[in-house]
């Protein structure tokens, strides 16, 4: 299967702990876009990577959030020091081309994480 | 005011049944338009994916656009309880940045 792969599945973090999410894309695709997701708010972007680059974070929490998308591996969403505000459900989406060209989504089945 | 309102439902519907599923925009700006599927504990699943005004058809799946009324609908023939799911509406004025999304309309689908 090609599509998206996130892992893991599931992650449970006690308040102040680091949580890891990651996300391989689709292949061929070179850019990838992270969102959170909770039930009366639908889904919300958080940040645009494209590999070695962040484009654009204005979705993101200034504090304990960061992504990264190296040259080679998967693309990294980490909370730092997690809240139970954090708890979530994140997905990562990737596309062949650039925002411009407004080529679709492809999303991965999500993480989801509960702080406790 | 939210930029995209689509009913919650649930909308429950015996197996067979054709569904009209709909959102409504605020931002005239937007010209592409899509529509997703998810299942519960999965990720959305793109179904159409619309640019202006206009129909557009996959099998059992038509998308319509009417921008003059800010206005989108996907309908959904011969109904099945595959179909069950939650159905986002997604649109943006042309950067996939600015995607902005409805809350998702829960769609049962009864044998």
């Known amino acids: 299967n090609a599509g998206v792969m996130q892992n893991p599945r599931h992650l449970v973090r006690r308040r102040g702990q680091e949580a890891r999410l990651r996300c391989s894309p689709m292949?061929?695709?070179?850019?990838v876009y992270w969102y959170r997701q909770l039930p009366e708010e639908g889904l919300k972007f958080m940040v645009y990577?494209?590999?070695?680059?962040?484009?654009?974070e204005s979705g993101m929490p200034k504090e304990r959030f960061s992504a990264e998308f190296p040259k080679e591996g998967p693309s990294i969403l980490r909370i730092q020091q997690v809240v139970r505000g954090d708890s979530a459900a994140y997905f990562c989406?990737?596309?062949?081309?650039?925002?411009?060209?407004?080529?679709?989504?492809?999303f991965g089945n999500g993480t989801r994480l509960t702080v406790t | 005011q939210k930029e995209v309102e689509q009913d919650p439902g649930p909308l429950s519907v015996p197996e067979g049944a054709i569904v009209s599923l709909n959102c409504t925009y605020s931002n005239s700006a937007f010209q592409y338009f899509m529509w997703y599927r998810q299942y519960s504990r999965k990720g959305p699943e793109l179904l159409m994916y619309?640019?202006s005004s206009g129909n557009k058809e996959d099998g059992r799946f038509t998308a319509q656009v009417d921008k003059s009324s800010k206005y989108i609908s996907l309908f959904i023939r011969d109904s099945q309880p595959s179909d069950s799911a939650t159905y986002l509406c997604?649109?943006?004025?042309?950067?996939?940045?600015?995607?902005?999304w409805g809350l998702g309309t829960s769609l049962a689908v009864n044998p």
């Open positions: 619309t640019y």
């Open positions: 997604a649109m943006n004025a042309g950067n996939n940045r600015k995607l902005i």
């Open positions: 990577l494209q590999k070695e680059n962040i484009i654009d």
């Open positions: 989406a990737s596309s062949a081309d650039s925002p411009e060209v407004n080529s679709p989504l492809h």
């Open positions: 292949k061929g695709h070179s850019h």
